[in-house]
């Protein structure tokens, strides 16, 4: 079974950092590519980033880029996104995602970032 | 950016059929793909696939849902709805970065 669990959420004040961790299982890893998605409280899904299986090809919503790195690590079957700068508008449940081919096949539960002061 | 636009709501009766649509600003078809797909969100949850590349039923998901469409006009059709089908829909397009999700359907009961 697919499970992806998403942890290091919590309240973090503006200006600072959070590092965010995937833990995949039940598929292998490092034939996937993998993305971060967020939902703010109460409104629609935003892409962040992506990160190809080997790590080759990297991008970034325009709204992260140069504050969030995607990065991770196949051999401890692990997706990470370090954000720093965070901003208020930032607050958002953040999803790790398995991408098949063009699609978003599975989903984790989420994790909680809350940037305020 | 490609904007996927949604109605935000659609209410219809228990055994009957719902029509969410989904228009993109500009075409995310290829010459192969029509590169739209569907996620269900329930309360609580996160989303899950429901439809890939405009008409693909995701594996695991009832025959009661499809989606058709090309170009900019895409639709979801569950028939008939059933009760624990209440949840917000969302479309999303992979022809271009950055990939784009629309506002969201969400599906009431009449």
């Known amino acids: 079974e697919v499970q992806l669990v998403e942890s290091g959420g919590g309240l973090v004040q503006p200006g600072r950092s959070l590092k965010l961790s995937c833990l995949a299982s039940?598929?292998?890893?490092?034939?996937?590519?993998m993305n971060w998605i967020r939902q703010a409280p109460g409104k629609g899904l935003e892409w962040v980033a992506s990160i190809s299986s080997s790590s080759s090809y990297i991008y970034y919503a325009d709204t992260v880029k140069g504050r969030f790195t995607i990065s991770r690590d196949n051999a401890k079957n692990t997706l990470y996104l370090q954000m720093t700068s965070l901003r208020s508008e930032d607050t958002a449940l953040y999803y790790c995602?398995?991408?098949?081919?063009?699609?978003?096949?599975?989903w984790g539960q989420g994790t909680l970032v809350t940037v305020s002061s | 950016d490609i904007v996927l636009t949604q109605s935000p709501a659609l209410a219809v009766s228990l055994g009957q059929r719902a029509t969410i649509s989904c228009r993109a600003s500009q075409s995310v078809s290829t010459s192969s793909y029509n590169l739209m797909h569907w996620y269900q969100q329930k309360p609580g949850e996160q989303p899950k696939l429901l439809i890939y590349?405009?008409?693909n039923l995701a594996s695991g998901i009832p025959v009661r849902f499809s989606g058709s469409g090309s170009g900019t006009d895409f639709t979801l059709t569950i028939n008939p709805v059933q009760a624990d089908d209440i949840a917000t829909y969302y479309c999303q397009q992979s022809r271009e970065l950055p990939l784009t999700f629309g506002s969201g359907t969400k599906l009431e009961i009449k």
């Open positions: 995602a398995r991408r098949d081919n063009n699609w978003f096949a599975y």
């Open positions: 590349d405009a008409s």
């Open positions: 039940g598929f292998t890893f490092s034939n996937y590519g």
